[in-house]
């Protein structure tokens, strides 16, 4: 039988699986995480639980926050686990866990008296968020926060009893202030491009809504790194906690499976201290965007370009995906031809090989990341991680026939079956939307243009259009297999 994880069990499990090597009761809080998800516990809790492992930086421990509903899960589960977690690392050629313990608390989802207090706390010196691309409040279209969207508005009436990540973030800096505590760093760990400069103008855009000058005061006083994060990690399902029972003896509610490689880039603004994260391989640099640049367009974007071709093709595993010649082909030849000749230098870095170790990452058979995933929230994705080089593209007058054929899968998919006719299930926030206009895409592609939110000035360029029309109109009338076969003879 597995053994049950928990801080009465370290000492059972330590004989078949490293532990901490510290005790949670010796750490101090100063860090507050909103989106305790499997991200952050493959990520940052992974690096802190590699400090603390060290002897070093033991007041530094995090206590977990959030305000959805999944958060009140995720608290439940890990508080049955005193807070635990475990971690497997899948490669190819060996699989290893390890259990962490760097968070000690997770405040109570919806106490918004209980989290405001704490982060009003002089020892909380940072607050983190995974929150994940589509909570930023972003207008797609303009990639600017956007002061309207109802749950802002609600916030703004509504100061002292927000809602949202950034009311509550908002709240705590300002009982900070009035109380001559200096505000912590606020350090946003999602796949956003100048993710700290996104999360200051959601902080101060709602800040300018309640109060001029404490807006003013969040941009000149408040501290908003930007950083560049990186660890392939699938949702945990019942695959996963039959795995890491059945393999590694551990019975986790919900664990964390992820692949061996990890990547952290960090600006090192911290004015109230931080973690000395680069013993633990953090990389801390003056300017963080060539290279989230560099893992937006490259990585993300590859995803994207592997994601709705496989999905249309009825392909669950994404390692399954780099198995198909011609999914494999379709993305090297995107990335070769039209995203990474735009991507700009990054510091000690060869591009080529960068992707090479995409390649593998992708290819990876042992970490169960699913098409789905993949396929999730491509209103938020599409954006973020395809468009931008498109914009690029045309602006250099450069051919986007491969981005744009990545698009209209996405639409393609969109309309709720695969090829096969097997029926695709919701996979987006807007999902109703989406369905909606993909059906009448079928016969017009331009109507999925129409969604200026999401493509904005592309809707009414000619060589956009055209490409895209083409691409969708071309699955349809073919199918996505025959279609990458096209797009790779050069035939589109």
Request: aromatic fraction near 8%; proline fraction near 7%; glycine fraction near 8%.
């Amino acid at each position: 039988m597995p053994t049950e994880l928990s801080a009465a069990n370290l000492e059972v499990i330590s004989t078949f699986a490293a532990v901490p090597r510290y005790r949670q009761a010796d750490l101090k809080a100063g860090i507050v995480h909103f989106g305790v998800g499997n991200f952050h516990r493959a990520h940052q809790a992974v690096y802190l639980d590699e400090l603390f492992n060290l002897g070093l930086d033991h007041d530094w421990a995090l206590i977990g926050a959030g305000v959805r509903e999944t958060d009140t899960a995720m608290r439940a589960t890990l508080e049955r686990q005193d807070w635990l977690t475990s971690v497997v690392e899948q490669e190819a050629e060996k699989s290893a866990v390890h259990v962490t313990g760097p968070m000690v608390d997770f405040l109570p989802v919806g106490d918004t008296a209980a989290i405001i207090g704490k982060l009003a706390d002089p020892r909380i010196r940072i607050v983190s968020l995974t929150i994940t691309e589509g909570g930023y409040y972003i207008d797609p279209a303009t990639q600017r926060f956007d002061p309207a969207h109802p749950d802002i508005r609600y916030d703004a009436d509504h100061p002292d009893a927000p809602r949202t990540v950034f009311g509550l973030i908002l709240a705590g800096l300002k009982r900070r202030r009035d109380g001559g505590v200096p505000p912590f760093t606020v350090m946003s760990c999602d796949n956003i491009p100048g993710n700290g400069h996104v999360t200051e103008n959601a902080v101060a855009g709602l800040a300018a809504l309640v109060d001029a000058e404490l807006a003013s005061w969040v941009k000149h006083a408040v501290a908003f790194p930007n950083g560049m994060v990186d660890r392939i990690t699938p949702a945990t399902g019942e695959r996963e906690r039959r795995i890491i029972a059945d393999e590694f003896g551990i019975a986790d509610a919900w664990p964390v499976f992820c692949e061996g490689f990890k990547q952290w880039v960090l600006e090192d603004r911290f004015p109230l201290g931080r973690p000395a994260l680069e013993k633990v391989g953090v990389q801390f640099v003056p300017d963080v965007a060539p290279f989230e640049l560099m893992k937006i367009r490259i990585l993300n974007g590859g995803h994207a370009t592997i994601a709705y071709p496989a999905g249309l093709m009825d392909i669950h595993f994404v390692h399954e995906a780099m198995e198909d010649p011609l999914v494999r082909a379709f993305l090297d030849k995107v990335e070769h031809d039209e995203i990474i000749p735009i991507v700009p230098p990054v510091p000690d870095t060869d591009l080529e090989d960068y992707y090479k170790l995409i390649e593998r990452r992708f290819s990876n058979p042992k970490i169960g990341d699913t098409i789905q995933r993949l396929c999730l929230d491509g209103s938020n994705r599409q954006p973020k991680f395809i468009l931008p080089s498109v914009r690029d593209r045309l602006a250099a007058g450069q051919s986007v026939n491969g981005l744009a054929l990545v698009s209209a899968l996405w639409a393609r998919y969109c309309y709720g079956e695969s090829d096969s006719g097997k029926a695709i299930p919701p996979n987006d926030p807007s999902w109703d939307r989406l369905i909606a206009l993909a059906r009448r895409a079928k016969d017009d592609p331009a109507a999925w243009l129409t969604m200026s939110d999401i493509f904005g000035d592309l809707a009414t360029n000619p060589t956009y259009v055209a490409a895209f029309t083409r691409a969708l109109s071309t699955l349809w009338r073919v199918g996505t297999r025959e279609t990458l076969t096209r797009y790779q003879r050069g035939t589109l």
